[in-house]
């Protein structure tokens, strides 16, 4: 640790996510569960919510169950960076499926975005969301150099409006010296992660659905005649026409094919102390969500009241506690922003994204369940599209169909839901970094 912590820390300090400060977890006792349902749903996130909507809306008895509060996870614990989020260029897609696939897997992601403002503005969800745009820190010479091409060379109907910012501009998006210029994807956008996730559950509870936490499922099993399930869980059983698991990166040996396919992969988020207005703007004259061209990525952006910086990234070859993290996060923070290396921390916080191997998400039904997951660090926009398209593949509708069900969902040789290969990976790609490549 390269800091004293016991000087880091602020007076009032908390290990919990700063967004909870205005939307605290909901501590309701756990309701009784019904003997029967039509579709149940295990998880919380913005996956389960927004399929729970579609088949409540639908008309089917919907009952949402987690292990913990409604939204405990990632969902209320990420950066509320808003983004097309499809993590393989189109190169790499279409040499893996062709042409038509690798343009229909990138529109998916595109319009994940639009969706995402038309949803909130139609359910009327109060989020602080806006379309500010995202910079793109170059971290080398070479990295403003691959970001200028990657502007030039959009595929033909995917393009997406963008700029470049070259080095002796970039003040105007952020006040550092430690990049080399950038590019600023001008459709990003920014959210209050808990509150959108809030307004979402209001939704799902107006319409009918159950959500019921602290209320884990220990199995699931088909009925003997293959018309429905039976699911046990830690508060009774519950018998269940269609399952769905929207875990991600929670998933456990619940579902042991699911989660040999998706790897938690832990991040971790600090808040600084109040800076004031006139200075935490100052940093970020822009507003703009910020993550850079590094393979360890960073990712932060002001507070929605424009006074702190929200900070968050990769700290460690394994998971550690927030304590740990947080003089890590810090040092990563002030080597950006110098002037801020006497400010303290306010909050420390980690949750745990889902990853896959393909480096996109996917969903379908397996064994008759069925699934959608592995947002690869983009879950604010893909988990509530894909949570949506899902539940209207339950519902049978056609509009539920996406490319993204029709991918192979593959898992690898000795994987079983450790991650044993994480801290090679990390350390392979922290060094990388350092050599600028």
Same mark, same amino acid.
Request: charge should be negative; proline fraction near 5%; hydrophobic fraction near 35%.
């Given at each position: 640790m390269s800091k004293d912590s016991s000087c880091l820390?602020?007076?009032?300090?908390?290990?919990?996510?700063?967004? %909870?400060?205005?939307?605290?977890?909901?501590?309701?006792?756990?309701?009784?569960?019904?003997?029967?349902?039509?579709?149940?749903?295990?998880?919380?996130?913005?996956?389960?919510?927004?399929?729970?909507?579609?088949?409540?809306?639908?008309?089917?008895?919907?009952?949402?169950?987690?292990?913990?509060?409604?939204? %405990?996870?990632?969902?209320?614990?990420?950066?509320?960076?808003?983004?097309?989020?499809?993590?393989?260029?189109?190169?790499?897609l279409e040499r893996q499926f062709g042409q038509e696939t690798a343009f229909e897997v990138h529109r998916e992601g595109?319009?994940?975005?639009? %969706?995402?403002?038309?949803?909130?503005?139609?359910?009327?969800?109060?989020?602080?969301?806006?379309?500010?745009?995202?910079?793109?820190?170059?971290?080398?010479?070479?990295?403003?150099?691959?970001?200028?091409?990657?502007?030039?060379?959009?595929?033909?109907?995917?393009?997406?409006?963008?700029?470049?910012?070259?080095?002796?501009?970039?003040?105007?998006?952020?006040?550092?010296?430690?990049?080399?210029?950038?590019?600023?994807?001008?459709?990003?956008?920014?959210?209050?992660?808990?509150?959108?996730?809030?307004?979402?559950?209001?939704?799902?509870?107006?319409?009918?659905?159950?959500?019921?936490?602290?209320?884990?499922?220990?199995?699931?099993?088909?009925?003997?005649?293959?018309?429905?399930?039976?699911?046990?869980?830690?508060?009774?059983?519950?018998?269940?026409?269609?399952?769905?698991?929207?875990?991600?990166?929670?998933?456990?040996?619940?579902?042991? %094919?699911?989660?040999?396919?998706?790897?938690?992969?832990?991040?971790?988020?600090?808040?600084?102390?109040?800076?004031?207005?006139?200075?935490?703007?100052?940093l970020i004259p822009s507003n703009r969500m910020i993550v850079d061209t590094r393979r360890i990525v960073v990712y932060y952006r002001l507070s929605p009241d424009g006074r702190r910086i929200l900070f968050g990234g990769r700290v460690s070859l394994n998971e550690t506690d927030p304590r740990i993290s947080a003089p890590r996060l810090h040092d990563h923070l002030t080597t950006i922003f110098p002037q801020l290396r006497e400010t303290k921390v306010s909050h420390s916080w980690m949750g745990f994204v889902g990853w896959t191997f393909q480096h996109m998400p996917h969903l379908g039904r397996h064994d008759g369940i069925w699934y959608s997951m592995g947002y690869c660090g983009s879950g604010v926009a893909l988990a509530s599209y894909f949570g949506t398209r899902l539940g209207q593949q339950v519902l049978g509708l056609e509009e539920g169909r996406s490319v993204l069900s029709d991918l192979p969902f593959r898992t690898r040789p000795l994987y079983y839901g450790k991650p044993w290969f994480l801290s090679a990976s990390v350390g392979w790609y922290g060094l990388l970094d350092r050599l600028g490549i």
């Open positions: 820390f602020s007076s009032d300090y908390c290990e919990y996510p700063f967004w %909870w400060e205005r939307t605290p977890r909901p501590r309701a006792e756990p309701a009784q569960l019904p003997e029967t349902v039509d579709v149940l749903i295990v998880g919380s996130g913005y996956t389960g919510l927004c399929a729970a909507l579609q088949t409540a809306r639908g008309g089917r008895a919907t009952l949402v169950i987690d292990s913990a509060e409604p939204g %405990w996870g990632c969902s209320s614990r990420n950066g509320g960076q808003v983004s097309t989020g499809i993590k393989p260029d189109f190169a790499s595109q319009r994940a975005l639009s %969706w995402i403002g038309d949803f909130i503005e139609v359910e009327e969800i109060d989020c602080d969301y806006r379309v500010c745009g995202r910079f793109f820190g170059a971290h080398t010479p070479r990295h403003y150099d691959k970001l200028a091409n990657k502007l030039e060379s959009q595929p033909a109907g995917l393009e997406m409006k963008a700029f470049l910012v070259p080095r002796s501009e970039q003040s105007g998006e952020i006040d550092t010296s430690f990049y080399h210029g950038g590019l600023v994807q001008c459709q990003h956008a920014a959210v209050d992660p808990a509150a959108y996730h809030q307004g979402i559950l209001h939704r799902v509870i107006e319409s009918g659905a159950s959500v019921i936490g602290h209320t884990r499922a220990t199995s699931i099993e088909r009925n003997r005649d293959s018309t429905g399930f039976v699911v046990d869980t830690d508060r009774g059983r519950v018998r269940a026409g269609d399952v769905i698991v929207a875990t991600s990166g929670y998933t456990s040996r619940l579902t042991p %094919w699911h989660q040999r396919r998706v790897f938690p992969i832990g991040t971790y988020m600090i808040a600084t102390e109040d800076l004031g207005e006139t200075v935490a703007r100052s």
